[in-house]
T-cell receptor, first 112, second 112 residues
Framework: EAQVTQNPRYLITVTGKKLTVTCSQN?????MSWYRQDPGLGLRQIYY???????DKGDVPEGYKVSRKEKRNFPLILESPSPNQTSLYFC???????????FGPGTRLTVT | GESVGLHLPTLSVQEGDNSIINCAYS??????FIWYKQESGKGPQFIID?????DKRQGQRVTVLLNKTVKHLSLQIAATQPGDSAVYFC???????????FGQGTRLTINP
């Protein structure tokens, strides 16, 4: 089954404790992206990647890191999480030339 | 700055009626406009897109209309069904498909 998977689905952590949210897709897509979704703000892009070893900032990259060492994986790293990073995070992938992105099920992160 | 927004945060329609969800945009340089559907507890799902050089595009039970004069986008859903209950997001992108800017979303509720 073609899909985007994210782990963990739920995470509660404390301020300053480094964490990684994994994202994997099995559709051989070149493009991958991370979004955060907050009430009243819709989805905002954090980082995106057009291919292996190519990453670019989205609209809200501060406090996040990403890497794209393999085509199928695009982990999101929070080196020192803060409460304002409490949010619902979505990973997405797609064919580079298409506006159709395939989203994962989401990761709900709470930072206390 | 550029923004994509929605006229109404909620919309209730009777099952079987047609639904019209509206969206205003401000970036006249956007090349594509896209509609996504997000069901409760799931990631957004692509519905349909329209290029800026078109004013209408039809899919299965859905029609997207683009009025560049007033920078307005709408999604029409024919014969609304219970499964259409969701939050609908409009989004825009430039010539590169990598950057999507999402609106805040409209919640569509179907009354039996």
């Amino acid at each position: 089954e073609a899909q985007v998977t994210q782990n963990p689905r739920y995470l509660i952590t404390v301020t300053g404790k480094k964490l990684t949210v994994t994202c994997s897709q099995n559709m051989n897509h070149e493009y991958m992206s991370w979004y955060r979704q907050d009430p009243g703000l819709g989805l905002r892009q954090i980082y995106y990647s057009m291919n292996v070893e190519v990453t670019d900032k989205g609209d809200v990259p501060e406090g996040y890191k990403v890497s794209r060492k393999e085509k199928r994986n695009f982990p999101l790293i929070l080196e020192s999480p803060s409460p304002n990073q409490t949010s619902l995070y979505f990973c997405a992938s797609g064919v580079r030339s298409s506006r159709e992105q395939y989203f994962g099920p989401g990761t709900r992160l709470t930072v206390t | 700055g550029e923004s994509v927004g929605l006229h109404l945060p909620t919309l209730s329609v009777q099952e079987g009626d047609n639904s019209i969800i509206n969206c205003a945009y401000s970036n006249s340089a956007s090349d594509y406009f896209i509609w996504y559907k997000q069901e409760s507890g799931k990631g957004p799902q692509f519905i349909i897109d329209i290029r800026s050089n078109m004013d209408k595009r039809q899919g299965q039970r859905v029609t997207v209309l683009l009025n560049k004069t007033v920078k307005h986008l709408s999604l029409q859903i024919a014969a609304t069904q219970p499964g259409d209950s969701a939050v609908y997001f409009c989004a825009e992108s430039g010539q590169g498909a990598q950057k999507l800017v999402f609106g805040q979303g409209t919640r569509l509720t179907i009354n039996p």
